[in-house]
Structure formats: structure tokens, C-alpha cells
Nanobody
Framework: QVQLVESGGGSVQAGGSLRLSCAASGRTFSSYAIGWFRQAPGKEREFVAG????????PYADSVKGRFTISRDNAKNTVYLQMNSLKPEDTAVYYC?????????????????WGQGTQVTVSS
């Protein structure tokens, strides 16, 4: 079992930046691909970005391409989401999760362990 803890959320103005962290417990962290999702009030949880076990695969949602960068440090059991040029529509609770093997990054059902989430608020 893996436990995930997100941090780094906060309130920023449009155009600003934040870096989210997803810290994992357990010695098998490097065996998991990780995804970031977000959920705004009244909306479905949506895929934001993912990263493969060694960092070689990094899919992004079209809405964040060119603005967000996902990375990982397996020695620190941590995945990061660098968010630049933030927009008010990026406001949401952001979650990280471990992906099951051999399934799509883009679907919530592909993930099993989830963190508790961190709030990101972008004001105009």
C-alpha cells in the first residue's frame, strides 16, 4: 500500500506560479506511474498530467500543455507539478494518485491510491 500527501497549494494571482509536491510513503514508489488530477466545485475530477515510473512518459491535458511540467525524484519518493502562467480556470483541488499498470493515464478508474488533495486558487 502507498500513502500520498500533496502540498504546495495556495492562492496566487493570474499569471503566477506554484509548485505542487506529492510525497509518497513506501519503498515501492518507483514502481508506480503517477497522475495529477484536479476537481473544481461542481465539476468532475479531470486529468492534468502524468509521469511514468522512470519519468520517460509525461502526458498532459491539452488545457495545461506548455504551462505545467510534471517531474519526479524517486530518491525522494516525490512527484512535482510546476504550474506557470496560472489562470482562474486552474482553480481546483489538486490530487495525485498511483496508476495501475497497463491502463490509460487519462481515466480516474486507472488509479488506485489517492492523496487528500491540495487547494489551488487563482484570482484574476
Amino acid at each position: 500500500q502507498v500513502q500520498l500527501v500533496e502540498s504546495g497549494g495556495g492562492s496566487v494571482q493570474a499569471g503566477g506560479s506554484l509548485r505542487l509536491s506529492c510525497a509518497a510513503s513506501g519503498r515501492t514508489f518507483s514502481s508506480y506511474a503517477i497522475g495529477w488530477f484536479r476537481q473544481a466545485p461542481g465539476k468532475e475530477r479531470e486529468f492534468v498530467a502524468g509521469i511514468g515510473r522512470s519519468g520517460g512518459s509525461t502526458p498532459y491535458a491539452d488545457s495545461v500543455k506548455g504551462r505545467f511540467t510534471i517531474s519526479r525524484d524517486n530518491a525522494k519518493n516525490t512527484v512535482y507539478l510546476q504550474m506557470n502562467s496560472l489562470k482562474p480556470e486552474d482553480t481546483a483541488v489538486y490530487y495525485c494518485a498511483t496508476k495501475k499498470n497497463g491502463v490509460s493515464y487519462y481515466l480516474k478508474q486507472s488509479y488506485d491510491y489517492w492523496g487528500q488533495g491540495t487547494q489551488v486558487t487563482v484570482s484574476s
